[in-house]
DNA sequence: TCTATTTCGGACAAAAATATCCTAATTAAA
DNA sequence: TTTAATTAGGATATTTTTGTCCGAAATAGA
């Protein structure tokens, strides 16, 4: 469904959100770790998250990465999502054709545009907050 | 959300379907050209679909690819899918952990069962004969 | 200022997915 | 029986994704 590149971009994402949640900066080396995750794969993600400005990050000692308590009820999994994978799991056609056209449908058309809506409302409903949140109170997991 | 190798797999079993309604059996060039997919990976595709049974082939002059009437009826996208993408999409943890488990669950557990239930019944719901009639019919298409 | 620690970013490597090439096996028809 | 057409299947090549390595830049603290 997702790139590896997202779904350790989504961990990385909610674990940082999470001990954001007590003021605390999380190292690369931590996250990793966390999320069982290549340290310098998820390097690259967090420095293209970063640069999108949906994490902040700080070289040095003491340096690591947090984000802001009201990103997190702004940035939703869709934009984590649309940032690493692009939009063609939200536009693109389920068979593969060019374009994905109500007017000149693929064979599946009708009934792929119900799912991927499904799967487009859902992320766009579900923010890093509350995630982090299910994390926080030990309700769900990011490894094993 | 599919694989290449499903996409050319779906719309080369449709292919193969519309045209048995009319008795017609395809030869491997006629279906990549039909379906704009590269001809020796459709043709690895459909010897795998061949090997389990989904669609016919014959070797030889007049020979090609072909489908019972009544195994459209039976055969769903479902069993494509599942053919050649395996069912990682179908049970996998949307966040990759290496097992979807509602006692232990990621973040998303709960609302990305959703999604893959829904999909999971699409597919299972949706016969090649379905597929192929729309096809017949000119209502779909498998290119552009 | 110096040092240790951390992220940044470019180059490189490995693995997986996608795609191609070529020969063998089969088979219908001349 | 010969020929031409077709699928089968193994080997190889290309592209994309995933993953690694290493030095540069920044920075907190000694
Ligand atoms: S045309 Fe294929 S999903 Fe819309
Ligand atoms: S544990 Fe992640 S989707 Fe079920």
């Known amino acids: 469904m997702f790139s590896k590149a997202c779904e350790y971009g989504i961990k990385a994402t909610l674990f940082i959100a999470q001990k954001s949640l007590h003021q605390q900066r ?21 420095q293209s998250l970063a ?13 690591g990465f947090e984000m802001d308590r009201t990103k ?10 649309h940032a ?7 536009h693109g056609c ?3 054709l060019k ?11 009708e009934k792929f545009v119900v799912i991927r809506e499904n799967l487009t409302q859902m992320l766009q409903n579900t923010t890093v907050y509350e995630l982090a949140s299910g994390l926080d109170i030990g309700l769900t997991l990011l490894k094993r």
Chains 1, 2 share one sequence.
């Open 51 to 63: 640069r999108s400005g949906m994490v902040d990050s700080h070289k040095g000692p003491t340096g």
């Open 99 to 109: 374009q994905c056209d109500a007017n000149h449908p693929c064979p599946v058309h």
């Open 72 to 81: 997190m009820d702004t940035i939703t999994l869709y934009e984590i999502v």
């Open 94 to 96: 389920g068979l593969g």
């Open 84 to 90: 690493i994978d692009g939009d063609q799991i939200f």
């Open 26 to 46: 999380v190292s690369l080396k931590e996250i990793a770790s966390e999320i069982d995750s290549p340290i310098a794969f998820t390097a690259k993600i967090l």
